[in-house]
Antibody, heavy 115, light 106 residues
């Protein structure tokens, strides 16, 4: 059974860059998409974007200009970078495996943007 | 942008049937998934492709989707079904989530 685990800083200063990594275990990274989703009280559940084994990426247009997604299948991990963060980016960030649905999720990582 | 609308809350008595709706323009033309999220936990997929049940999800959960409304139905509702439920679909390659419905089992 696939397991996902987010890692990264829990606190980021405004205007700085948020970088998160998701470690994947229990299943190969082939044949699926690997996504990031965030959840906040103000915006509910919001899809950030995905990276595929082929290397293709796709992002939510609302975040696209600030998001970079990448994968390192040799290390069984994928990553999210979000630049120029503000308080509005404070949320719990989840990584998830997906095809037509998000069938496995990480435990989530609360990231607070504050000085 | 595409939007999905859910009622903020639904209440049900134990062993009764709970129905949670999700509305969106011509939603019946898209596939809908449903997620259950208990307090302090990650979401769990309970229905995919409108009505398919993932492995390990009780058969008390079922789904339908037609017209502008998708419905998650929970039969013989139990206290352990208390949670937030989110619908989700795809629109032009973007995942869209509903605002969530809190199910209370009274």
């Amino acid at each position: 059974q696939v397991q996902l685990q987010e890692s990264g800083p829990g606190l980021v200063k405004p205007s700085e860059t948020l970088s998160l990594t998701c470690a994947v275990s229990g299943a190969p990274m082939t044949s699926y998409h690997w996504d990031w989703v965030r959840q906040s009280a103000g915006k509910g559940v919001e899809w950030i974007g995905r990276v595929s084994f082929s290397g293709n990426t796709n992002s939510n247009p609302s975040l696209e200009s600030r998001v970079t997604l990448s994968m390192d299948a040799s290390k069984s991990q994928f990553s999210l970078t979000l630049t120029s963060v503000t308080a509005a980016d404070t949320a719990t960030y989840y990584c998830a495996r997906a095809d037509h649905s998000f069938d496995s999720w990480g435990q989530g990582l609360l990231v607070t943007v504050s000085s | 942008s595409y939007e999905l609308t859910q009622p903020p809350s639904v209440s049900v008595s134990p062993r009764q049937t709970a129905r949670i709706t999700c509305s969106g323009y011509e939603l019946g033309d898209k596939y809908v998934c449903w997620y259950q999220q208990k307090a302090g936990q990650s979401p769990v997929l309970v229905i995919y492709q409108d009505k398919r049940l993932p492995s390990g999800i009780p058969a008390r959960f079922s789904g339908s989707n037609s017209g502008n409304t998708a419905t998650l139905t929970i039969s013989e509702t139990q206290a352990l079904d208390e949670a937030d439920y989110y619908c989700q679909t795809w629109d032009n390659g973007i995942a869209i989530f509903g605002g969530g419905t809190t199910l209370t089992v009274l």
